[in-house]
């Protein structure tokens, strides 16, 4: 970066010679561990603005600046209407001072996350920006000069480590000298500081991603100049700019991993479904085993122990219905089968597409690492963001959705959720349940126009929604029916909370699907 003794040091000449004999006329902040500081000269004005945050040390001068009417706070009002002595670095320091009259001086300590500036009235501490840091009320600004000599015994004492000789070399000179120069003797290092000390070039550089000010030629060169203030603005707009982007893609990225992590738990779910579709579920075989048997089924009982003769020696309990004679039993259980097979397809298309989903959503990641413009990236954002706002999640995304007897059923998975499943997805025509007098998920039965929903399907769902509330474990459960338009919601009332007319009751056996 830009805080390191060599750059301060041909910094300073710059800001005398404009500032020399000007007054300070504000001292405001108006974003937090920012300052900014505004001197007069024959008419024209000079703003200093110190960013002292933690990952954002910089000094850069605006040519104008627009104070804000509100959120703005004066500051250090001793300094107003002081003209300015001098402008100095200190030797071997990341620090300047500003020697204003009546023994005023303002001390500008740039070290990175401890960066402040700080107001002396000859060695007496006044105050300081950030009073966080304590310590800097005991820094003594006449005495902060130090020695600058390199000599061999130094050289020796710290093997060559440039960083250990010259603290204050700065990151990037300190990195290239450790890390890359060949040559590290004691006469190399005399003439590479000397080149630091005499260089007047200064360049924007992208160095091991990341943005810096460098008096010599590494990494990718953004932008060169002669003039130290147009380098702490060029560099300060750059990282700004190259920050940003950073920031804006790691946040979209972010974004569309979690859609990633959310479509790949929705694919893991659905492949789970679909095996057990295609691998435990035996509608069709039980449908062929009542046939094979109908002659030893009696009829209006329950349940019947067959040979299971797809298992060899195996026997297979059938829960039967027994308002149903055997072979209506035999074809409920092919109805169910065949409402399994469109369940298969329904799921192999939505896993597809979800796939797919994956597929586009990766492609767009590295299609954000790309862009290098954060108008184009914004661009992307907004599109993204306006694609996504008007494509409403799915049904099967949002709810637990089952087939009973070719109907549809929607199953809520929490107490908002259950809201949504009401208020939103649900029409006027659907059945809705719920155990009764507990807590537990709201259940729908999607209407087909033209076709009554059978009572047969509604105490299936019933087992289902009792199952699917805080009364899974008792062995009979009351589930309240009804249809939708008489299930209403109170204003204000807690989320999954609603009120229901004309509903009937039916007790069942809790039971999954």
Known sequence: MHNNYFFIKKLCPYLERINQGGTITECFSQEKDELILKI??????????????????????????????????????????????GIEAYNNERAFKIVLTNEKLLFFKLYGSHANMILFQGDLFVKSFNQKL??????????????????EEMYDKHHGDINKIIPTVGKVAGEYWNRYKDDKSYESLVSFINFLDTSNTFYIVSYQKNISLSLFKIGDVLHQT?????????LYG???????INKEKAELVGNLLAQIKKTERYIQKSSERLNFLENEARNEEIGHIIMANLHRIPTKITEIELEDFYHENHSI??????????????????????????EKAHIKDNIAS??????DLKALI??????????ELRGLSKTAHHKKKHEDPS??????KIMIENFTVLIGKNSINNDLLTLKYANKEDIWLHARNVSGSHVVIKNIPGQKIPKSVIERVAEIAAYHSKAKNDTLTPVMYTFKKFVRKIKGAAPGSVIVDKEEVIMVQPKDY
């Open 40 to 85: 007069e000269n024959h008419g024209d004005a000079f703003y200093i603005r110190a960013s002292m945050k933690p990952h954002l040390t910089f000094l850069t001068f605006p040519d104008n600046f627009h104070r804000a009417r509100n959120n703005s706070i004066d500051l250090f009002a001793e300094i107003i209407n002081e003209k300015v002595l």
């Open 354 to 359: 979800k796939q797919q989903k994956i597929e």
């Open 395 to 400: 049904v099967d995304e949002l709810f637990r």
């Open 134 to 151: 304590i310590a800097d009320e005991e820094i003594i600004p006449k005495l902060a000069h130090k020695d600058f000599i390199i000599s």
């Open 238 to 244: 750059t990282y700004i700019s190259i920050y940003q």
């Open 226 to 234: 002669y003039n130290p203030i147009e380098a702490c603005n060029l």
């Open 317 to 342: 309990k059938i829960i039967l219905k027994k308002d149903l004679n055997p072979q209506q039993n035999a074809e409920h259980y092919y109805k169910k089968a065949k409402n399994e097979w469109k």
């Open 366 to 375: 590295i299609r954000i690492d790309q862009i290098t413009s954060l108008k």
